[in-house]
């Protein structure tokens, strides 16, 4: 099982405060380099805090995730995400990186798709099919950052990545920036954005495995989810185009239910989760989608976003040791014309919000 993270702590930045910025957000993102890619350059890890003492640390190598320390309901702060505590272990294969996936998270079945025409082909990097951008997708470059002032003096910091035309077999070259923020409410917030100059896919989450035990598995916790239709997918996990409804079922949780009770009931061979579900929302404004929560800490956490799906993947390959849910599109959006579209066009900005709401109970 994968360890979460003790983290030292983490020297202040030495560099001058932009005059753009809020004095109060600034003094609340701390930074340092973090490691060296295997091309030389500089990794640099940003940490956030917030008056309340939350932390979340997030490194430009993926803009990854690498640990948020939140509270339980006597107040101690307990690392919640998988994540490694040295920039080489994520070098040496660290397989739970929280990193950003794109340019499109998920499937796409075949390794293909056509668009306007055209077709593309893309790394077989699943099998037959394609996920998560390719061989080195998003969570797999080093993305600039800076740091920027957030609402109501709050920590923040931007990312962002040009991906250019024809990397990893998309087309048009596609400006993504993901806008971290931690408030004084617990929440961290990702607002994400990308603009193109040629027509092509977009489908971004953060791939972030939360434990908010601490340690252990995540067959413990329990899950709410706001959805009673589930994206039908076959063995190969790419959907047949098929929604169903969840009631009767063990993909059901418009209940709250432990995440481990009906693993012995699930057909797929995987032992455990890893399925789609369909959200109503108006696309803007970030609503409630899932709850997660762990009894013997009191910690919940509460998923708010605008994407139309969220994904629930228990860590199958980790054993369970945290439980990813990825607010998307629908998996193989690019093949299936009735899911809710991915396709970017010139003159159009994407744009999505979700939030990880933390609390105690």
């Not at 990854?64 to 505590?85: C, E, K, Q, S, W």
């Not at 306007?116 to 797999?140: C, M, P, Q, S, T």
């Not at 993909?251 to 959200?279: E, H, M």
């Not at 040791?321 to 690019?334: C, K, N, R, W, Y």
């Amino acid at each position: 099982m994968v360890a979460l993270a003790c983290w030292p702590g983490l020297a202040h930045s030495q560099s001058a405060n932009p005059p753009e910025l809020d004095p109060q957000a600034h003094q609340r993102v701390e930074q340092r380099e973090f490691g060296k890619t295997a091309e030389g350059a500089t990794v640099t890890l940003y940490t956030l805090r917030n008056s309340k003492g939350m932390v979340a640390s997030i490194m430009t190598s993926g803009a990854t995730i690498t640990r948020v320390l939140a509270p339980d309901r006597h107040g101690a702060l307990t690392n919640v995400v998988l994540g490694a505590d040295s920039f080489d272990a994520y070098k040496r294969g660290f397989n739970a990186p929280g990193a950003i996936m794109g340019r499109v998270a998920n499937r796409i079945s075949g390794a293909q798709f056509t668009l306007d025409g055209v077709e593309y082909k893309l790394a077989a990097n699943n099998g037959r099919h394609h996920i998560h951008g390719g061989r080195k997708g998003f969570g797999a470059v080093n993305w600039d950052a800076k740091v920027v002032s957030g609402a109501a003096g709050a920590a923040a910091v931007e990312f962002s990545y040009r991906a250019k035309d024809g990397e990893e077999g998309y087309p048009g070259n596609l400006l993504t920036k993901v806008t971290y923020t931690l408030t004084d409410d617990n929440e961290l917030r990702l607002d994400y954005e990308a603009t193109t100059d040629k027509a092509t896919p977009v489908n971004l989450t953060t791939h972030a495995y939360f434990n908010l035990a601490g340690a252990g598995d995540c067959l413990n916790h329990d899950l709410w989810i706001d959805s009673d239709r589930v994206v039908v997918a076959d063995a190969e996990l790419i959907p047949t185009g098929e929604i169903a409804p969840v009631k009767g079922t063990p993909l059901d949780f418009t209940t709250t239910t432990r995440i481990g009770a009906r693993f012995n009931q699930l057909k797929s061979k995987i032992n455990g989760y890893d399925n789609g579900y369909v959200l109503v929302n108006d696309g803007k404004t970030p609503k409630l989608a899932a709850r997660l929560s762990e009894p013997a800490s009191g910690r919940v956490m509460d998923v708010k976003t605008t994407q139309p799906g969220i994904q629930i993947y228990t860590g199958n390959h980790l054993n369970h040791g945290g439980v990813a849910l990825e607010t998307q599109h629908h998996p193989d959006s690019v093949h299936r014309p009735e899911f809710p579209t991915t396709i970017l066009r010139p003159g159009e900005t994407f744009k999505s919000t979700t939030i990880f709401a933390f609390s105690a109970k």
